[in-house]
């Protein structure tokens, strides 16, 4: 059986037990290997957040947002770290359960200290001198504080709660964003918790901006299948074959795009990655997708900016 089939199994059979989620991140540590903070991972999460700032600073003419909000964060929390260190004061992470803790944090922190070291860091964000001073003032007397000190003293507020219906006050945020996280919510809960956003973001001051991977994510794993292996599935095929552990909606670009329409969520500025129209070839893809042309469905990562 393909090694993608059998994670596929093991997830849906996790997603039926009690605390899941920690037990996936057990069998993603000890089995699949797929929670060790890699510098794929680390670089590819430092860049979003370099293109996040980049593209606040475009449009609301300030290096740093005073607040931001990002759903989905995961196990290491990099992207709110590098908005502490560019001097943002509020950094709300919503999830509706808490996925990282004091252990997960110190990774995260080693690595910011690890890519500081190597002269690194200043080629994605510009740290603050006395960000820096207090991220080394904490990262040595890490092991005496405990976990929501360091929290507090980074500014990383935790909210775990459904963002559908957050508890933060209307236009109250300057930066929504969110790095490979839609793809793993079914539109039905996506759009309301998009409206949502669009509540809580300062609109006047404001932007949102988000990274959305359509490939098949278990083509990251097994790769002797492609990563649009998943769209030869019809739905009711695929709701046997997802999880609720790491669900997978399969929207397209063009999906995405009517959503924001139907919201009236401008995008205002957008980047894709092409994706690889021969292996979209070697696919025999479900009726479903028998409204979209082949470039559109290859498309496998975007990133969409709005402002207001
Ligand atoms: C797979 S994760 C995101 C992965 C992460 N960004 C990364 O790159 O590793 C998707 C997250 O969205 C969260 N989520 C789904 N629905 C949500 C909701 N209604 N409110 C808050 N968080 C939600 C899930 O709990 C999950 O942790």
Known sequence: MKKWKQKAIVQKTISFLPFGNKINYLFQKYVTKGVYLNDEYFYDRLSHATSHLSAFSKYCEKAAPASSLEIGTGWYPIVPLAFFLSGTDKIYSVDISML????????????????????KLKDYIKVLPDRWAIFTEI????????????LKKINLIYLIEDARKLSLPDNSVELINSNNTFEHIYPNILKPIIK?????LDKENGIMSHFIDMSDHFAHFDKTINIYNFLQFSDSKWSWIDNSIQPQNRLRYQDYLNMYQELSLPVTEFSLRAGNLQELETVKLDKKYNSFKAEELAISHCHLISKF
Request: hydrophobic share 30%.
């Open 196 to 200: 949502d956003f669009i509540r809580v």
């Open 139 to 150: 990262y040595d007397q890490y092991d005496k504080l405990n976990f929501e000190e360091i």
């Open 100 to 119: 990282t803790n004091k252990e997960r944090l110190k990774t995260t922190f080693d690595r910011f200290m690890d890519c500081q070291k190597a002269a």
